[in-house]
């Protein structure tokens, strides 16, 4: 039975929960692969854990660059991950007129930085009655994310959660602003902080998104110590060769060594 995220995301007297996967499905195998690892390696260290990877995306730099492999054949390979491992599944929509399609495969929806303010999406995802993780924009304050919220509240769903993923730093690079965490835990849902994409160093002149994955695990130590609910990471077995977001990821095998280390800072918060 696949667990639900109601159970997950309300997991604050253990563990934090873990958001992760790779940034797009590319093949059948690889998105196998890493959620059969992930899978092991939360079992063991008794974390919650939600698959994460996107069928198709949209918000790219270049022309040229990866964008999926279609729609369908994605997002079947996400529903059968998810049967296969007995784990919940969240993917990216970036138009309203994407959601009820996705809405069929996956069990939550997520809403990409840049879009955190368009109401047509969100009050499409809402009203699937499905989780909805709202990602922050990097463009906008923690106390400004509660708009975005009210929208998922008002249209009848109370499934909602927001994700930090780093602050807008002059024109290519992110800051995180740990006061985002409590803040946003104002409102009274879960809060994520998204170890990966904060890390990113976005506008390049290349047209590749640059970043900085050696400095991951300071950023998640910091944010369990600042009482995340949730972590969102990317993952790849060879983050120089995945199609999408490489730069920045968390290599796979690198992943069970950061968990524990996570899963140790959070057990001295509960003494």
């Known amino acids: 039975m696949i667990p639900a995220i109601e159970k997950i995301t309300s997991y604050t007297a253990g563990n934090f929960f873990l958001i992760a996967g790779p940034c797009v499905v590319e093949n059948e195998e690889i998105t196998n692969n890493i959620a059969q ?95 909805v993780n709202i990602k922050k924009g990097q463009f906008l304050s923690a106390k400004s994310m509660k708009f975005s919220v009210e929208k998922i509240l008002k249209s009848g769903n109370r499934q909602v959660m927001l994700t930090e993923r780093g602050t807008f730093l002059g024109y290519n690079d992110l800051v995180v602003d740990f006061r985002n965490i409590p803040i946003m835990k104002s409102f009274r849902i879960p809060v994520v902080v998204d170890i990966t994409h904060s890390l990113q160093q976005p506008n390049a002149d290349s047209g590749v998104t640059g970043g900085q994955p050696q400095m991951i695990e300071t950023i998640a130590l910091a944010a369990v110590a600042s009482g995340t609910d949730g972590i969102f990471l990317e993952t790849h077995p060879e983050p120089s060769k995945a199609l999408s977001d490489g730069a920045n990821m968390l290599a796979l095998d690198k992943v069970e060594g950061l968990l524990k280390k996570l899963v140790s800072v959070r057990k001295c918060l509960q003494v």
Do not use: M
Request: proline letters at 3%; hydrophobic letters at 40%; one cysteine or more.
């Open 37 to 131: 690892h992930l899978k092991k390696i939360c079992h063991a260290l008794e974390i919650p854990f939600i698959f994460k990877a996107s069928y198709r995306k949209a918000n790219r730099t270049r022309l040229d660059s990866f964008q999926g492999i279609g729609d369908e054949q994605a997002l079947n390979i996400l529903a059968e991950t998810g049967k296969k491992y007995s784990i919940p599944v969240i993917t990216d929509v970036h138009e309203s007129s994407e959601v009820k399609l996705a809405t069929n495969y996956v069990d939550a929806l997520q809403i990409p930085a840049f879009l955190c303010r368009q109401t047509d999406l969100l009050v499409a995802a809402a009203k699937t009655s499905k989780w």
